[in-house]
């Protein structure tokens, strides 16, 4: 026999064959009626309060099946598909797969805390625990803000740890070592005009794969397209991420003769890309990360990050006083301070500068007493 507590808008009642109390309450937006049990009379009476105090104020939201899995499959294709490029969403699809311990919880149902100690004890390094952190958060930002969720759980949720890290630079006598290792090379001397670019106009490794001959102007190249990697191998042209990724940018002349050289190497030009293969494909990049390890290797040289290369000039450019605008642009960063923050501090002599600047300003060592050096 069930006991029921009648109100306005539902009920409590204990059912005896479960040994259980369950509240009944009517849907304000389908009229279906909602039940869940509890141990306890007291638990179910506070879960009924507070739907009736939701559906009052409006802030009522309707039980979902809905799993963070289907809701992302839902986000992608509906809210990301249409504003990304193919190369992007690509990128946001194989982070969502890393999401695979947790997506099959029901989105209403998921915790703060199931998903703290999920990014806690996954398996990933920093950086991929980072944009995890963030596809989580733009998710549960949309479900909220289309009422599919009463609160958004990623406002209670830890940003992961994330540091920097330090980036790597050569010495110009390094650079010099690299280029004239490649040019006197048995196997690797076609490859020259590649890290001649490289090493002289600071592009991203992408970026020099995807030129074009097209780009090649008298002293300039114009940067527009990328070679980016999706999911099945597959490489395509893509677009830069931000417009300030599209620039010109100026190079030497025997550099941009080089380039040419380089277009014109043996086998076909299908596709117009400067740096290609017999078959007229743009180069893999990663052969072209084998190769500049054995490059290294050859040089004598310890192992670094290709993008070493990039570092360098940039650094470089830096300390010859290019105003920091000026190398920004050139390396297409978005903002200024980005390239402030990633380069300031590797600026040899930047601290002598500013005391010697201070001390000219000053005048320091004329105004000085006579009891300045007795002092020191």
């Not at 963030?134 to 803000?145: E, I």
């Not at 010495?171 to 890290?195: A, M, R």
């Not at 991420?241 to 030009?269: C, F, M, N």
Request: glycine share 4%; proline share 3%.
């Amino acid at each position: 026999m069930q006991k029921r507590k009648s109100n306005n808008s539902g009920c409590v009642c204990y059912e005896e064959s479960r040994d259980r109390y369950k509240a009944l309450f009517t849907s304000p937006i389908t009229g279906k009626r909602i039940s869940k049990r509890f141990k306890t009379k007291k638990e179910a009476e506070v879960w009924l309060a507070e739907q009736i105090t939701n559906a009052e104020k409006g802030l009522y939201i309707e039980p979902s099946s809905v799993t963070l899995l289907d809701w992302m499959v839902e986000y992608f294709e509906t809210y990301a598909k249409p504003k990304l490029k193919t190369s992007t969403l690509a990128l946001y699809i194989e982070i969502g797969e890393m999401l695979e311990p947790i997506a099959g919880y029901k989105l209403q149902k998921l915790t703060a805390s199931r998903v703290q100690k999920f990014l806690n004890d996954v398996e990933r390094t920093e950086n991929q625990k980072l944009k995890m952190y963030k596809l989580l958060v733009q998710l549960f930002r949309k479900a909220y803000s289309l009422e599919m969720i009463s609160k958004n759980i990623m406002d209670l949720v830890e940003t992961p740890k994330y540091e920097q890290e330090e980036i790597q630079t050569f010495t110009n006598l390094d650079i010099k070592k690299i280029l004239s290792t490649v040019q006197e090379s048995k196997y690797y001397s076609k490859y020259y005009p590649f890290f001649l670019f490289a090493a002289t106009s600071g592009c991203r490794l992408a970026e020099i794969t995807g030129l074009k001959i097209t780009k090649v102007f008298k002293n300039h190249v114009h940067i527009d397209n990328s070679m980016m990697r999706v999911k099945n191998s597959k490489r395509i042209d893509s677009k830069p991420k931000t417009k300030a990724g599209v620039r010109d940018v100026t190079l030497p002349a025997e550099v941009i003769k080089q380039l040419r050289i380089a277009y014109r190497y043996e086998g076909r030009t299908l596709g117009g890309y400067v740096f290609h293969t017999k078959t007229g494909k743009p180069l893999s990049i990663s052969n072209i990360q084998r190769t500049w390890t054995k490059i290294l290797e050859e040089a004598g040289l310890e192992h670094k990050h290709f993008h070493a290369l990039r570092h360098t000039h940039a650094t470089e450019l830096l300390a010859q006083n290019i105003p920091i605008i000026e190398v920004s642009k050139r390396l297409g960063h978005a903002k200024v301070s980005y390239t402030l923050d990633l380069y300031g501090h590797k600026i040899a002599g930047y601290g002598t500068k500013i005391a010697d600047t201070v001390n000219n300003m000053l005048d320091l060592e004329a105004n000085c007493s006579p009891n300045c050096s007795q002092m020191a």
